[in-house]
């Protein structure tokens, strides 16, 4: 098949939702496909003016030039919510001589607006006051919904937003695929797991509310009450050092080291180098992060939200904790601070999951769904 893979974010393979789209290119073109990838600047010769239209001006641009070179693909596969105006101009035309359209998208933009709106009315949500919410459902999710509605199929990566976007829009079966992220191979590590005095821990994720930071650091004042040693590693927060600091209360600081952009290259070493890996977060698809350090052996205390439940199961390869619960967060911490022998059992069973998420394996369930809408099976 000839494939165009879209998605308007910037070209940078440390980022999730390029990297998604990179391997899935990749491992495409590796089964012998012919595979374009499409990103923000490929598609917009300058940056879009007004900032916050920009996922709609890239929409647009990117339809127009799918429309101009129609017989160059087999299928499209445009990352929600990228594809809202190629669905629609393709329905307009009801598809005449346009290549079909099969969506990508993470995870619920209504799941995201509720849960922080819940995150707001406690004061930790840092831009989700009525004005914002009402701006989040008149444009953004407008632009999810027509995503999801114009397109012949759709991938998902977290089994919760599949089940709902099929409730929401009474899709019929078969066109909505629950297809997770996957991880590279350059992860699956060799680990040792032994006793030390100092417990290091980790956390990989852009420094947002909806990360669950604020619950992070919680945590971590408790944890440290308790064990003075332990230190705790911030990477990938796209912020300075000290924006990350000024969060955490200044007893605690210097146990905390701050690493605001890492290389991909770098990503297995990082996770070698630490002992448990905290992902407090409240709203996810599904976290590259997390798939990652599953598959380098660690000891994964997450929580139990769509994406993160998708493939951590609670005391069988990590230990799950309700969002927005420090006081649980820190008590799943402790319990692999005061066990070898868990850490090496969760973490060891965490990798032989993540052996069911290689980018080799999810792709080709990609792979399946584009087939589909290109050569859709008979009504029987």
């Known amino acids: 098949m000839r494939i165009l893979i879209a998605s308007g974010v910037p070209r940078q393979s440390e980022a999730g939702a390029a990297a998604v789209a990179l391997n899935h290119a990749l491992e495409l073109a590796r089964k012998g496909h012919a595979v374009d990838c499409w990103f923000l600047d490929d598609v917009l010769a300058k940056p879009a003016r007004p900032k ?15 429309a101009r070179g129609r017989t160059k693909y087999d ?86 937003a599949c089940r709902g976007a099929e409730a929401k829009f009474k899709m019929p079966p078969g066109r909505l695929w629950f297809v997770p992220n996957g991880t590279e191979e350059q992860f699956f590590i060799r680990r040792e797991y032994s006793q030390r005095a100092s417990v290091r821990l980790l956390f990989v994720g ?15 004042q408790i944890l440290t009450k308790k064990r003075p040693g332990l230190t705790l590693t911030v990477a990938g927060c796209l912020i300075p050092e000290a924006n990350v600091l000024e969060y955490f209360p200044h007893e605690v600081r210097h146990l905390i080291h701050v690493i605001p952009f890492i290389k991909r290259g770098g990503m297995p070493n990082l996770y070698a180098e630490h002992d448990i890996f905290v992902f407090p977060s409240l709203i996810e698809g ?47 911490v402790s319990r692999f601070c005061d ?42």
């Not at 965490?350 to 290109?374: F, H, I, N, P």
């Open 52 to 66: 916050r239209f920009e996922a709609l001006i890239f929409a647009l641009a990117l339809a127009k030039r799918i």
């Open 75 to 160: 299928v499209v596969n445009l990352h929600a919510p990228s594809g809202c105006a190629y669905g629609i101009f393709r329905w307009a035309r009801r598809g005449r001589g346009l290549p079909p359209y099969v969506f990508t998208m993470q995870g619920s933009e209504e799941w995201y607006a509720k849960i922080m709106r819940e995150e707001h009315e406690k004061g930790r949500a840092w831009n989700f006051g009525w004005k914002n919410r009402f701006w989040h459902w008149l444009y953004h999710q407008k632009m999810y919904d027509f995503s999801i509605r114009t397109a012949g199929f759709g991938a998902i990566a977290n089994s919760d």
């Open 206 to 220: 852009t420094w947002l509310d909806r990360k669950g930071v604020y619950y992070l650091v919680d945590a971590f």
């Open 286 to 332: 599904m976290p590259l992060a997390l798939l990652e350090a599953m598959a380098t052996g660690m000891p994964i205390v997450t929580t139990n939200s769509p994406g993160m439940a998708d493939v951590v199961q609670n005391g069988q390869n990590g230990l799950l904790v309700p969002t927005a619960d420090a006081m649980q967060l820190a008590e799943a």
């Open 339 to 380: 066990s070898v022998e868990l850490r090496r059992e969760l973490g060891t069973a965490a990798q032989r999951t993540a052996r069911r998420y290689t980018w080799e394996s999810v792709t080709k369930q990609l792979g399946d769904v584009l087939r589909l809408a290109v050569n859709p099976e008979p009504a029987q």
